[in-house]
């Protein structure tokens, strides 16, 4: 049942040195909060999971919390490379940095196939493509009825899922509308779940046709953290700051540029206010 907690109490007691974390949001809504108290908490040897790794996993990357990268595209978006994520591979800083690379489709079924307590996730993909010989976690099998070859990849059941959302309310059932990516079936899929919120409400009100519901009994704790997804966007709370994005590409190129905004940013920072 989620409980309403501070960020730091959150995080202390649900993410864990070693762990296997999904961050996830799509365009919208990335748990910026969250993963920036990760870094305060200097969280080690985590894997760090996400169909589309930008901003936050550089920072995380670059500020020593990952040991692994499970993702599906990574990269600054409309800007270019993440320096971080490229410096832990090629340089291996600040530490090596493994990487099992996959494709969108099989990212969403592994986590559909988490949430329904599958040990794997069986569709059509990876045909005429490279990745299978670089990742030994694609493999092919064949239809026992049709004779097709179809991939598998196993089912990802992360310890812990990270998301934001627009709304809780008082019982800790959560909402979240506008573009919807992976998260209901991260958080199906994890072990422990935390949402952060822009805001708790005693009721959701109107709602659009793809708002997603995740009732209390499926979380493990509710945070009320307001810009909680900053410099992404939170649909119908605040926009997008694309000159961070633009900007971050400059703070990221060095490693003594990148530290300072950490310094500054992140470490010499407490969490948000609720």
């Known amino acids: 049942m989620g409980s309403f907690r501070k960020l730091s109490e959150a995080i202390a007691s649900l993410v864990h040195d070693g762990d296997s974390v999904a961050l996830e949001g799509f365009t919208h809504l990335i748990p910026f909060a969250a993963g920036h108290e990760i870094i ?8 760090l999971i996400r169909m ?5 996993y550089d920072q995380m990357i670059g500020a020593g919390c990952a040991r692994k990268l499970v993702f599906s595209w990574g990269g600054n978006p409309g800007v270019g490379s993440l320096h971080r994520f490229r410096d832990a591979v090629e340089k291996q800083w600040p530490a090596p940095l ?5 494709s ?6 592994a986590y559909t196939a988490g949430a329904a307590g599958m040990p794997c996730a069986i569709f059509r993909g990876y045909q005429g ?13 064949a239809c026992p009825f049709t004779g097709e070859s179809l991939a598998s990849v196993p089912a990802l059941r992360p310890d812990v899922a990270v998301i934001h959302a627009q709304k809780a309310d008082r019982q800790g059932n959560v909402l979240l509308e506008g573009i919807v990516g992976v998260q209901k079936e991260a958080v199906l899929a994890a072990r422990r779940s935390l949402v952060t919120v822009e805001e708790v409400v005693d009721d959701f009100g109107p709602r659009s046709p ?3 519901i995740l009732p209390s009994w499926v979380l493990t704790a509710v945070v009320l953290a307001p810009g909680g997804a900053r410099p992404s966007y939170a649909q119908g709370y605040y926009a997008r700051d694309n000159s961070f994005y633009v900007a971050w590409d400059a703070i990221a190129k060095d490693r003594a540029g990148f530290q300072a905004w950490i310094d500054e940013h992140v470490l010499g920072r407490a969490e948000l206010p609720a």
């Not at 493994?98 to 996959?102: A, D, I, P």
């Not at 493509?129 to 030994?136: Q, R």
């Open 129 to 141: 493509v490279d990745l299978p010989s670089v990742n030994s976690n694609i493999r092919f099998l």
């Open 104 to 109: 969108h489709a099989a990212m969403a079924n």
């Open 98 to 102: 493994e990487l099992e690379e996959h």
């Open 52 to 56: 589309t790794p930008d901003l936050l």
């Open 210 to 212: 793809n708002a997603v």
């Open 40 to 47: 305060r908490q200097r969280r080690r040897g985590l894997t």
